[in-house]
């Protein structure tokens, strides 16, 4: 972040004709940076920042799956920012944007500007910081927030489910905690998050835990597989093509 911000220093001082300066904040970045890269060799991105969005809609799957119906039909019919208006706000996630210097490059490109402007080709310096500078990469990761809310659902469910003999406040508190993971779960498929296949052995993992625990029954280790599948449809949530 200090290497990056000295960058910013650069580039504002060469901007206010401050060479001598600018050279200065260069060195002082590079010399950041190389420590960084002496630590880590293989290391290709250098986290500066990271900014979290949350998105959320108040809605049931009925209502998605509606938009998503009426959409589609405006899309048949070629009224494509019908379908874009309709279905804007339809997302639940977290969005965590992460900001990282490319080390590949950034740091050879701000050595080049000091050695610009020592050569006083200081417009080239400019650009050449310049162009560095609009090379951050962000990398967005996608939490989706029906498939956190069932796993935080089933988290408050598994002691309920693996107690012996439950009396009838707790049962019922069981079978309250599995309908809403359900819920949440049917809200993922219908935003589309992961794959279709992924979520639905979600679901029919949960169908399994419901059968196991009905009545006072207790199910052991039953929560294993569904603990690694909300896994799977996280990763696969991440690695759709984001536009």
Partial sequence: MSALQDSYTAFDLLMAGD???????????????????AADPELALAPVDVRVTTHDV?????????LRDLAEAALDDGRL???????????????????N?????????????????????TEEARATLETAL???????????????????????????????????DE????????????????????????TRGDLDAVSDELDVIEDKTRGEASGQRLFDRIKALFMQANRRANTSPQP
């Fill in 19 to 37: 060479a001598d300066k600018a050279v200065a904040a260069l060195a002082r970045a590079t010399g950041k940076l190389d420590i960084v890269l």
């Fill in 58 to 66: 108040i809605a049931t799957p009925a209502d998605v799956k509606r």
């Fill in 81 to 99: 920012q019908d379908a874009r208006r309709l279905i804007a706000g339809m997302a639940s996630e977290h969005v965590v944007s992460t900001v």
């Fill in 101 to 121: 210097i490319p080390l590949a490059s950034y740091p050879a490109a701000i050595k080049q500007a000091a050695a610009l402007i020592h050569a006083d080709r």
């Fill in 134 to 168: 609009a090379t951050l990469v962000v990398q967005d990761t996608i939490v989706p927030l029906p498939l956190a809310r069932a796993e935080a659902l089933l988290a408050l469910a598994q002691p309920l489910a693996e107690t012996a003999q439950r009396n009838a």
């Fill in 171 to 194: 049962t019922a508190r069981l079978q309250r905690l599995l309908d809403d993971a359900r819920l949440q779960i049917e809200l993922a498929q219908a935003l589309g998050y992961a």
